[in-house]
């Protein structure tokens, strides 16, 4: 055995320490909160019945009209709900 060579018991101790341990756990704890936050957000999106865009419900701080637009071809539309778009409601009480 080389002196630059770690023993095996210390390696041993170093993977198993707690605080590692931990650390691992709360990355995975983190990762499984996105998977989580993602479908929220996937529900939170729909499918204009009348101009087949895709459009959410946004805070005022992310847009001032408190919607979003997407572009057709950005977002997959299978699955998604359907309502109509504020802008077509705009549109629908103008005429």
């Not at 630059?4 to 170093?14: A, G, L, P, S, V």
């Not at 989580?36 to 996937?42: E, G």
């Not at 701080?61 to 572009?71: E, N, V």
Request: charged residues 35%.
């Amino acid at each position: 055995m080389h002196k630059d060579d770690e023993h095996i018991i210390d390696w041993i101790i170093k993977k198993t320490d707690p605080k590692r341990q931990m650390d691992h756990f709360n990355l995975k704890k983190r990762a499984r909160s996105f998977e989580r936050r993602k479908i929220k957000l996937d529900n939170q999106i729909f499918l204009c019945k009348l101009c087949n865009h895709t459009w959410a419900k946004v805070s005022k701080a992310l847009d001032s009209s408190g919607w979003r637009l997407y572009p057709k071809p950005n977002m997959p539309t299978i699955g998604k709900k359907r309502k109509i778009c504020p802008l077509c409601n705009k549109r629908s009480d103008n005429e």
